[in-house]
C-alpha cells in the first residue's frame, strides 16, 4: 500500500516536495491543508488530492492521511508536528524542524512515544554526493579546516529595503539568514563531525528584527569549520573540507553539485561526485517512505540528535547575535 500523504504549506517548496514524490511509487498524495477552502481546493486540483482541511485538527484525525509533510513557517513546526504526532501521523517537516532546541526535544519525545517517524527535511544529508563526501574524509587524512559557504540574495530583500516586510525577514516567524540559510551549512557539519566543542558566531542584523547575514566558527579538538551565509548577498564561492593528506572542494555547498579531490601536493585532482536527480528533495524523500515501510523510527544522517545539535548550536549562535523569536 503507498504512503498516503497529506500536507500542510501550498508554496513553492511544496511544490517541489510533490514534485520529488510523484517520481516515487511508495506515495499517493492524499490531502492538502491551507487556512482557506479556495487555496485548498486549488492546490488539490493541481496536484492531484482527493481531500482538502482547512482545520489542522481534522487533518491530524483523517483516516485518509499516513504521513504529513510540514512546510509551514518555521514558528509553526513544533506546534503542528505534535498535533500530527499525537494522532499517529509521521512527519517530515522542513528545515529549521523547530525555533528552537527546547521545542524539537518535546517533538523528538513524543515521536518516540507515539511510535512514528518523525524527520527533519535537510536535503543535503540525503544527497547521494553527501555520501561519497562522508565516505571520502578518511583519504583526507587527519581533519584541520573547512568552509562552508551558502550565500543565497532574498527575492524579497528589495522589499524590505522598500519598506515592506515580508514573512522572509520577520522575527515571529523565526526567520532570518540563520535558521533559513544558516542551517544547510551547519547540518551537514553537524552530520560529518558531530558536535563541536565550541561555537562562536557573528550576524548581521536587520532593523526588523532578524539577521540578514552572518558567520559561525565551529571548533573542534584538532579542527575548526567556518560557515557563512546570507539572505542579502550572493556567493558563487566553493565550500571546502581540508585534511593532513589532501582536500575536497564542493560546488554549491547546498545541494552538493559536484566534489573535486586535491592530493596534498595538488599534483592530481579527482571528481569524485556523481550524478543525482534534477530534483535534490527526491532522496529525502525517499528516506522518509524507507523509515516508514521498514519501521524504523529515525534516519541515521537526518537524526534526531543531529538535528538536536543542529538547533542547539542554532541557539547559541542567535544568543550571540543577539537573534530573539517570540517562541522563546
Not at 500530527?84 to 528552537?100: D, F, N, Q, R, Y
Request: aromatic share 10%; proline share 3%; net charge negative.
Amino acid at each position: 500500500m503507498p504512503i498516503r500523504l497529506g500536507t500542510i504549506g501550498t508554496n513553492f517548496i511544496t511544490e517541489r516536495f510533490l514534485d520529488a514524490i510523484s517520481k516515487i511509487a511508495d506515495y499517493e498524495l492524499s490531502a492538502i491543508y491551507s487556512r482557506t477552502n479556495d487555496r485548498a481546493e486549488q492546490f488539490a486540483q493541481a496536484h492531484g488530492a482527493k481531500h482538502t482541511y482547512t482545520s489542522l485538527d481534522d487533518l491530524a484525525t483523517s483516516d485518509y492521511v499516513d504521513a504529513v509533510y510540514i512546510a509551514s513557517p518555521t514558528s509553526f513546526h513544533a506546534e503542528q508536528t505534535e498535533l500530527m504526532l499525537k494522532h499517529g501521523k509521521h512527519v517530515i517537516v522542513e528545515k529549521p524542524a523547530a525555533s528552537s532546541y527546547k521545542e524539537w526535544e518535546s517533538m523528538s519525545e513524543l515521536a518516540h512515544a507515539n511510535q512514528v517517524v518523525l524527520m527533519e527535511a535537510m536535503k543535503t544529508t540525503q544527497l547521494p554526493n553527501f555520501s561519497i563526501l562522508k565516505q571520502s574524509l578518511n583519504k583526507l587524512g587527519p581533519i584541520r579546516s573547512g568552509f562552508a559557504n551558502y550565500c543565497q540574495y532574498s527575492s524579497r530583500y528589495d522589499a524590505f529595503k522598500n519598506g515592506q516586510v515580508l514573512n522572509a525577514f520577520k522575527p515571529e516567524y523565526s526567520n532570518g539568514s540563520l535558521m533559513d540559510i544558516g542551517v544547510y551549512g551547519i547540518y551537514p557539519v553537524i552530520a560529518l563531525f558531530g558536535r563541536p566543542d565550541e561555537v562562536k558566531a557573528q550576524g548581521h542584523m536587520l532593523e526588523s528584527g532578524v539577521d540578514g547575514a552572518g558567520s559561525l566558527l565551529l571548533k573542534y579538538k584538532e579542527s575548526q569549520i567556518i560557515i557563512n551565509h546570507s539572505k542579502i548577498t550572493n556567493s558563487k564561492l566553493p565550500s571546502e573540507i581540508q585534511g593532513e593528506h589532501g582536500n575536497v572542494v564542493i560546488e554549491n555547498w547546498n545541494d552538493f553539485h559536484t566534489l573535486t579531490l586535491y592530493d596534498r601536493n595538488q599534483a592530481t585532482q579527482t571528481t569524485i561526485s556523481t550524478d543525482k536527480h534534477n530534483n535534490p528533495m527526491y532522496y529525502e524523500a525517499v528516506e522518509f517512505a524507507s523509515l516508514i515501510k521498514e519501521q524504523k523510527l529515525e534516519s541515521v544522517d537526518n537524526s534526531h540528535k543531529n538535528t538536536a545539535i543542529t538547533l542547539q548550536v542554532l541557539d547559541e549562535a542567535r544568543r550571540q547575535i543577539g537573534l530573539v523569536f517570540p517562541n522563546d
